[in-house]
């Protein structure tokens, strides 16, 4: 009898002690949040559409979306709904590289659900102001820099506390290797940030990434696929971050606890997946502020904890141009009508999207293309594992 129980005991711990392995639960986070967000998902549109939340389209913006006017919009609160009751479900709650990304991506995404909530309200594109926008953007992005500077490089809270005591004690204090700049395609090569040159790096790639990806969402699905992609890539630098055989391997820093972050943008990919189900061509719902702005500040996050900022620049190329697109634009005609009186544009429009549309692209066209070209820089960046 008791050998029976000893048995039964021995194949009960047996089988969940399989769900310690990150893979297994990577797995379950995305099927998880897919799931969930496709069974969330038609009711998160009834609901937003009984309520009247839709979308305001800009009248200065293509003349084919004015149709879109009234579409559901704060689609973006499923993908944060589903993110967040996947990660407290199937990640680690001790480990602190998963509160900071849940705090970071929640916090940005209230910044944008007030800005959408505004938008609605008033029944314009505007929302509120780009200065209050970007001061709670950089509160949360500073916040976040303040306490990554110590906490990457260390092996737990306790660690990285010593380390901020030491460099309030020592003015000559130099962060540990796992601080410093990884530059991709070379083994032995990264750049010594130091304290503040790492907090004003992840200052910018965590404010910068929630601009672009908010700057992108302007077609149905152009904003959403790029992040799975993204997402997918920075859960593969996560796991490799966090094992100690594999980083050294693959000449990465070894980061404890960054392996988490893998369930983190897992949850990302299937929460994304499902949600590109409604927002696909024509679009039954769009993300809203309330979501590109959440999504874009959380792959700057696991960037930064898998000192992977160059390479998500890489990655997320399309997010780039697109922002230096609005950037171009904007300084070119400002310069021109300060030097000639008239304002000129080098784009027919911007962002980049709407210049192709101007230029006789389909919108599905548009969209498809650059989901093509985030697929090849992803491949780019996913080489850098190796190629070294």
């Given at each position: 009898m008791l050998l029976h129980i000893s048995s039964w005991l021995s194949e009960y711990i047996s089988f969940f002690s399989v769900f310690n392995y990150i893979t297994l639960r990577a797995v379950l986070a995305t099927l998880t949040s897919l799931f969930a967000g496709l069974?969330?998902?038609?009711?998160?549109?009834?609901?937003?559409s009984s309520i009247k939340f839709g979308q305001s389209v800009r009248k200065d913006g293509p003349q084919s979306h004015l149709e879109k006017t009234g579409t559901p919009t704060m689609g973006g609160a499923l993908i944060l709904v589903?993110?967040?009751?996947?990660?407290?479900?199937?990640?680690?709650?001790?480990?602190?590289?998963?509160?900071?990304?849940?705090?970071?991506?929640?916090?940005?995404?209230?910044?944008?659900?007030?800005?959408?909530?505004?938008?609605?309200?008033?029944?314009?594109?505007?929302?509120?102001?780009?200065?209050?926008?970007f001061f709670?953007?950089?509160?949360?992005?500073?916040?976040?820099a303040v306490y990554l500077v110590f906490s990457v490089p260390a092996a737990s809270n306790m660690d990285a506390w010593?380390?901020?005591k030491n460099w309030l004690n020592d003015s000559s204090f130099i962060l540990p290797p796992q601080g410093n700049l990884i530059?991709?395609?070379?083994?032995?090569?990264?750049?010594?940030?130091?304290?503040?040159?790492?907090?004003?790096?992840?200052?910018?790639v965590i404010v910068g990434t929630s601009n672009a990806v908010n700057l992108t969402d302007g077609l149905d699905g152009l904003a959403i696929m790029p992040t799975v992609l993204v997402a997918s890539a920075l859960g593969v630098f996560a796991y490799v971050s966090g094992n100690v055989l594999f980083s050294k391997y693959l000449f990465l820093p070894y980061i404890p606890g960054a392996g988490e972050l893998t369930i983190f943008c897992a949850a990302i990919v299937g929460s994304g997946l499902a949600f590109l189900w409604f927002n696909t061509y024509p679009a039954q719902v769009f993300m809203g502020d309330?979501?590109?702005?959440?999504?874009?500040?959380?792959?700057?996050?696991?960037?930064?904890?898998?000192?992977?900022?160059?390479?998500?620049?890489?990655?997320g190329g399309v997010f780039v141009i697109e922002t230096l697109s609005v950037m171009l634009q904007v300084t070119y005609f400002k310069y021109t009508k300060r030097r000639f009186g008239v304002g000129k544009r080098i784009l027919k429009m911007a962002p980049l999207h709407h210049h192709f549309e101007e230029t006789g692209w389909k919108e599905t066209q548009v969209v498809i293309r650059f989901w093509i070209i985030t697929m090849i820089l992803v491949l780019v960046g996913l080489a850098t594992l190796k190629v070294r």
């Open positions: 069974i969330l998902g038609p009711l998160m549109i009834r609901y937003l589903c993110l967040g009751v996947t990660t407290l479900l199937w990640a680690d709650l001790s480990n602190r590289f998963i509160w900071v990304a849940l705090l970071v991506t929640l916090s940005l995404g209230f910044v944008g659900f007030i800005d959408d909530l505004k938008k609605i309200s008033e029944g314009s594109s505007s929302g509120i102001s780009a200065r209050l926008k709670l953007q950089s509160i949360i992005g500073f916040a976040a010593i380390l901020f530059v991709p395609f070379f083994k032995d090569f990264s750049l010594t940030l130091g304290v503040i040159g790492f907090v004003i790096l992840s200052y910018f309330v979501g590109a702005l959440a999504l874009g500040g959380a792959l700057g996050v696991v960037a930064i904890v898998v000192r992977q900022e160059i390479v998500l620049f890489i990655m």
